[in-house]
């Protein structure tokens, strides 16, 4: 007769993939995990699930991982190694999750929503708007700007202004209210047929935001300040080119400026230049801002500054990290160790205590097995797409799905809601020049270029365009 063995019931968090491991080959080495001395209830055991997530990294996708519940021995070991017959019970942190992993999972597998599901996405604001602020960590590495600067920048754009931005993005709430410019700025969205491939555009979307702000509330998306008969908006007009400094010499004397000017000096400036530099890297960090002329006149004015604070804010780690890890450039890059051995951290660690309040917005979601055909709807065998998908998020490769859509509606379907999880964005008319476009679509039967002439320009998110190469910079255009 064996010895009777003390067991105590466990938790711990382990990656979707790691869940598939376990139930594919029947155990799995478990790093980290909590012992549960009380039943699992809402609102408590906080100092449990402290403890659980301490080292949890960051993930952008609640279906990323699962929380499993599992009987084990009492022994003080470092790594426990479970068996699939120990576990209990599998929990996803939200009812999203839930619904994703019952797809995909062997659907004998009972899966439920932990009962912590609110301080999982307290957890998830926190590293997400962690990767927001390393974003600015980023754009200060790349553009050579110093810890004075970055100080001098947070003195505009306080810790209590971005407080009251991610509260509002997380509750998916709207600016109202006597609150900062820079909020109203931050969380505008263009909804005016203001023009889009033009300078002139986010000098009519800056007076925008001042309205929304003298007014404490945002403008529905028919009011178009061009209507408006506002003084400014006949200055604009006068302005003798689209160039930056034509456009705010054009507006320089208007009563709008001085009324902004009182509430927050620097926001005549940095306003239109912050709209035009987030517009112009939508699709990701914009390598075309790093060229000495550029990146010379892009640092030497405080405002100037500020907009590349507000950007690296705005784009988060995500889509700043490819071009900030080619400026370093990695060690992994190399054939060779590149590492410095006095080696100084760029960013401290995210702290294990939540904090309250987290747009990436980081990599593609996971890949789903999806046919052609669940994902085209083709109406008549005749009928000819009306654009072409990706993955959003998924830069072109060799294995980058491509799909035609054929109607507005499913295109739009695609966008907003996506399938099984993932969104999908059309490509552009530049795109249709890679070769990876070219073999895709020679597959299917079409010819890229041809293809990339016939279909209209690709419809930009809000306020995005697609830029005129470096028109804000040339002849001091800023």
């Known amino acids: 007769m064996g010895d009777i063995v003390q067991t105590s019931e466990y938790i711990a968090i382990i990656r979707r993939a790691e869940f598939v491991d376990l139930f594919k080959y029947g155990w799995l080495p478990l790093p980290h995990s909590v012992r549960l001395d009380q039943p699992m209830r809402a609102g408590e055991g906080r100092d449990t699930f402290d403890e659980l997530v301490r080292w949890m990294p960051t993930y952008e996708y609640s279906f990323e991982y699962l929380l499993i519940r599992f009987l084990d021995s009492d022994e003080d070991i470092l790594v426990r190694t479970i068996h699939i017959e120990q576990v209990m019970a599998v929990y996803t942190f939200d009812e999203r999750a839930q619904h994703e992993l019952s797809i995909s999972f062997d659907p004998r597998i009972k899966i439920q929503v932990s009962v912590w599901k609110e301080w999982f996405h307290e957890k998830w604001r926190q590293s997400f708007r962690h990767q927001c602020e390393q974003g600015v960590v980023a754009i200060w590495s790349l553009f050579g700007l110093s810890p004075e600067e970055k100080m001098a920048c947070e003195k505009t754009i306080t810790p209590e202004i971005q407080d009251k931005i991610f509260e509002l993005f997380f509750s998916g709430r709207r600016p109202e209210g006597e609150l900062s410019p820079w909020i109203y700025l931050f969380l505008y969205e263009r909804h005016a047929t203001y023009p889009k491939d033009k300078n002139k555009g986010y000098f009519l979307d800056y007076i925008h935001t001042c309205i929304s702000i003298f007014e404490k509330k945002e403008r529905d998306g028919e009011f178009d300040v061009r209507d408006s008969g506002y003084e400014v908006v006949r200055l604009l007009d006068k302005a003798t080119s689209d160039k930056f400094p034509n456009l705010r010499t054009s507006i320089e004397a208007s009563k709008l400026k001085e009324q902004v000017d009182k509430i927050a000096p620097l926001y005549h400036d940095t306003a239109p230049l912050f709209l035009y530099l987030k517009s112009r890297c939508a699709e990701g960090f914009d390598r075309g801002l790093l060229k000495d002329e550029v990146k010379k006149t892009l640092v030497n004015e405080p405002y100037k500054r500020v907009a590349l604070y507000l950007l690296g804010l705005t784009l988060g780690y995500d889509k700043v990290y490819d071009a900030y890890y080619d400026e370093l450039p990695l060690s992994i890059f190399s054939d060779e160790p590149q590492?410095?051995?006095?080696?100084?951290?760029?960013?401290?660690?995210?702290?294990?205590?939540?904090?309250?309040?987290?747009?990436?917005?980081?990599?593609?979601?996971?890949?789903?097995?999806?046919?052609?055909?669940?994902?085209?709807?083709?109406?008549?065998?005749?009928?000819?797409?009306?654009?072409?998908?990706?993955?959003?998020?998924?830069?072109?490769?060799?294995?980058?799905?491509?799909?035609?859509?054929y109607t507005p509606e499913r295109k739009e379907e695609l966008k907003k809601f996506g399938y099984k999880g993932v969104l999908y964005v059309c490509l552009k008319k530049a795109q249709f020049n890679c070769q990876c476009v070219r073999k895709a679509l020679q597959k299917r039967g079409y010819d890229a270029q041809d293809e990339g002439r016939r279909l209209p320009s690709v419809d930009l998110n809000k306020h995005d365009v697609e830029p005129q190469e470096d028109l804000l910079f040339k002849d001091e255009a800023i």
């Open 339 to 405: 590492v410095q051995k006095k080696l100084k951290k760029r960013m401290p660690p995210l702290p294990t205590q939540p904090r309250v309040p987290s747009p990436r917005r980081i990599e593609p979601m996971p890949e789903t097995n999806v046919t052609d055909e669940e994902i085209e709807c083709k109406p008549t065998p005749d009928s000819l797409p009306i654009a072409w998908i990706k993955p959003e998020g998924k830069r072109l490769g060799a294995k980058t799905p491509i799909y035609p859509v």
